[in-house]
């Protein structure tokens, strides 16, 4: 007997919504959205880039020839100076006062007839001290040249002997400046005397001069001329040093060699043309090509590595997608419905 029509309407659509639960139920709900770029032709440099201050080559430290307090300062750091120009005065009170008392004794002892011509002698000697000391409380720049450091402050108490502090530094040339640049250890083989080196002002408009390394070591030393006299000690820099360069080679970011698909990608990965256990090696390396939605591991052999390239020279060619991330997503129970 045949059922009412009503009936298989009603048992067709139980159906069909049963499929659909099982489908719903079997929807993974998680999408992954490949982040992938090209392998392009280019260069790839490998170079150090640091910032450092410049300071002067040769250079004249003063300090004080007495001790005392700094009552004033008369220039300032960067200000151009010649030899005899005063740079501090320090309280000259104490070293006036000395002098009275030995011209004083000086002259009682010429009016004394019994005194003897030893003692003369001494309070002579005592007045020339006293003289130079208080000649000494102006503190001058023996040279010509330009205040890089100064080292004291108005009110401070300076000594003399060793261990006391220098007040100047006086740049004698600034013809020549150099700049002190830290090279990792890996590096210092390829550094050689005589070098070229990029040097900018970090805080100008990109004009450049070339310098050259002058002393290779971790804490290495670079040249750079200044006839100009454009640049001054303290100027910071931002100094460049190429340690080598390739051109119109093949090369990928260097992010897609660090990429590895994250737990629960298998959907979209395929095996196969990777690397075998223990073949990476510091240059033979696994990208993964990314085509047709699929992930695909590749074997390849790197060159050279700077500024966030690699050169890639073998495995791939240009124009290739290689994957350097992935997004992964969830997908929504109504957009596994709709996608039906």
């Known amino acids: 007997m045949l059922l009412p029509m009503r009936y298989f309407y009603s048992a067709l659509v139980i159906m069909v919504l049963a499929g659909c639960g099982a489908w719903v139920a079997a929807w993974p709900g998680t999408q992954f959205d490949v982040i992938s770029v090209p392998a392009t032709t280019g260069p790839v440099v490998h170079e150090i880039v640091t910032q450092s201050a410049l300071r002067a080559v040769s250079t004249v430290d003063i300090d004080a020839g007495v001790t005392g307090e700094v009552q004033a300062l008369e220039v300032e750091p960067n200000t151009t100076v010649h030899a005899g120009d005063i740079l501090a005065r320090i309280d000259a009170t104490p070293f006036e006062e000395a002098l009275r008392e030995a011209r004083t004794t000086l002259a009682y002892l010429k009016m004394d007839e019994g005194a003897s011509p030893q003692r003369v002698a001494d309070a ?17 720049t023996p040279v010509d040249g ?25 740049a004698t040339d600034l013809r020549h400046l150099e700049l002190e640049v830290d090279v990792a250890p890996t590096d210092l083989a390829r550094l050689h005397p005589g070098s070229d080196v990029v040097v900018a002002l970090a805080d100008a408009d990109g004009t450049e001069r070339h310098g050259r390394i002058s002393r290779v070591a971790s804490t290495t030393t670079i040249d750079v001329p200044n006839s100009d006299l454009r640049l001054q000690p303290g100027t910071p820099v931002t100094a460049t040093i190429v340690l080598d360069r390739r051109d119109n080679v093949l090369r990928v970011p260097s992010d897609a060699l660090a990429f590895t698909p994250p737990d629960g990608s298998g959907s979209i990965v395929d095996g ?18 990314y085509q047709h939605g699929r992930l695909t591991p590749v074997a390849v052999r790197t060159g050279l590595t700077g500024e966030g390239w690699t050169e890639i020279d073998s495995g791939l060619e240009e124009g290739d997608e290689v994957a350097t991330g992935v997004v992964a997503r969830r997908a929504s ?7 039906l």
């Open 333 to 339: 129970i109504w957009s596994a419905i709709w996608s």
């Open 146 to 170: 330009v205040v890089v450091v100064r080292n004291v402050s108005v009110g401070q108490i300076v000594t003399v002997g060793d261990g006391a502090p220098i007040l100047y530094r006086i």
């Open 124 to 140: 002579e000697a005592a007045v020339r001290a006293a003289t130079r000391d208080l000649d000494r409380t102006i503190v001058r």
């Open 272 to 289: 196969g043309g990777g690397l075998a256990t223990g073949a990476h090696s510091s240059r033979t390396r696994e990208l993964w090509r």
